[in-house]
């Protein structure tokens, strides 16, 4: 297991902001019947459970601090039996102020990835990265800001307005450069917006997948789609397609919401089938 890797002159770090409760498979997947999880039952779950983690990444590329999604933030979450995000705490753990990140940059916009975005405690609300500039997709944005989604989406109007009102935020779609070494890629299902980040340099590349992939019991089932997917035909199709690449490119993977010892690692494939291999 890797904490840290090096992917040419790119550095990816992994953070964790929280570890929520462990939900049900069927709960978290409800397409799945659970005696279909047999076959991966030791591989892919946690006595009986499916436990997600909310790590984010930071990435060092061309001098730049890159920090991909903000996890769930501080709570403590009434929704998450009270429990309480950390990233600022992992952040100064790994030698990282708040003042180092130049960008923020969001898989998708959904609370488990934006919550460390505006510190609302103030009489004002302010960027918990005070220098940084917050990238995020534009179709997300499209998305939840209409009439029928935005009440339901409370993070939007405290996670991602103020930011606007600040100035501080951009919204991007397809093949964004970010530096010369990152470039973001469409994956639409989980949400719209969904994007992956690929990063290459030296002839090393990885990508950064956000919620493409919630559990490695994805990589041998990439039909399995989670409950909270907006459009799952969308998000199978940019699963496999995302799958295809990794494999045929050798690319380094870096899935934050999977096990923090298992969270970096290779689509290999072996005898026919794909697998997780950790790094
Ligand atoms: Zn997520």
């Known amino acids: 297991m890797v904490d840290k890797i090096q992917v040419g002159n790119v550095e990816i770090v992994a953070v964790i902001d929280m570890v929520p409760p462990a ?3 069927t709960v978290f997947i409800p397409s799945v019947p659970r005696e279909a999880w047999e076959p991966y039952e030791d591989e892919v779950l946690e006595n009986g459970m499916l436990q997600l983690y909310y790590g984010c990444f ?5 001098g730049k601090t890159i920090l991909i999604d903000t996890g769930m933030g501080p709570g403590p979450h009434a929704h998450l039996e009270g429990r309480s995000g950390d990233l600022l705490g992992q952040l100064a753990l790994k030698e990282v102020n708040p003042e180092d990140v ?12 934006v919550g460390w975005n505006v510190d609302s405690s103030g009489d004002s609300p302010k960027p918990y ?16 800001m209409q009439p029928e989604i ?47 980040t690929l990063i290459s340099s030296q002839g090393e590349k990885a ?15 990439p039909d399995w789609c989670a ?49 997780w291999q950790v790094l």
């Open 23 to 25: 939900r049900e498979p």
């Open 58 to 62: 930071f990435v060092r590329s061309e």
């Open 102 to 113: 130049d960008i923020v940059l969001h898989s998708h916009l959904h609370p488990d990835h």
């Open 129 to 144: 990265f005070p220098n940084a500039r917050y990238m995020g997709p534009k179709k997300d944005w499209e998305h939840f």
């Open 150 to 196: 935005l009440p339901n989406a409370p993070h939007i109007t405290q996670n991602v307005v103020p930011l606007i009102e600040l100035g501080l935020m951009e919204f991007i779609e397809g093949e964004h450069q970010v530096t010369g070494e990152l470039t973001t890629l469409d994956t639409p299902g989980h949400t719209p917006g969904h994007q992956v």
């Open 207 to 221: 990508a950064i997948i956000g919620d493409l992939i919630h559990n490695p019991v994805q990589i041998h089932e």
């Open 227 to 275: 409950g909270v997917d907006t459009n799952k035909d969308d998000s199978r199709i940019s699963r496999k397609a995302f799958l295809e690449r990794a494999e045929r490119d050798d690319l380094i993977v870096a899935a934050g919401h999977f096990h923090p010892e298992r969270h970096i690692g290779k689509v290999v494939r072996l005898e026919g089938r794909r697998y």
